[in-house]
């Protein structure tokens, strides 16, 4: 069973920093795109970041130049940088990836439980 475990949220003073790991474990074949997504208290989820397994990346307008995305492709791990940290961007964070695993030959959306990330001003 494929599963993605999160750390890293915390609450932090506006202005500071913190970084989100989300491994992926389980009998993996590959990993494609990785996310970080997240949700506030009465809104919807959103994307906060993705990257392609080459590299690529793309952000919301709201965390450009503020968040960092990147991944360790050999320890199946996607990061999130987040700098200079607003009270707005108080939600719950979740990664997301679609991984292929030994057990069928679909990609699945695998989704973490979420950790909660809180910045007061």
């Known amino acids: 069973q494929v599963q993605l475990v999160q750390s890293g949220g915390n609450l932090v003073q506006a202005g500071g920093s913190l970084r989100l790991s989300c491994a992926a474990s389980?009998?993996?074949?590959?990993?494609?795109?990785m996310a970080w997504y997240r949700q506030a208290p009465g809104k919807q989820r959103e994307l906060v970041a993705a990257?392609?397994?080459?590299?690529?990346?793309n952000y919301a307008d709201s965390v450009k130049g503020r968040f960092t995305i990147s991944r360790d492709n050999a320890k199946n791990t996607v990061f999130l940088q987040m700098n200079g940290l607003k009270p707005e961007d108080t939600a719950v964070y979740y990664c997301?990836?679609?991984?292929?695993?030994?057990?069928?030959?679909?990609?699945?959306?695998?989704w973490g439980r979420g950790t909660q990330v809180t910045v007061v001003s």
């Open positions: 997301s990836a679609y991984i292929k695993s030994a057990w069928g030959a679909a990609i699945l959306n695998y």
């Open positions: 389980g009998r993996i074949v590959s990993i494609n795109d």
């Open positions: 990257i392609t397994s080459g590299g690529s990346t």
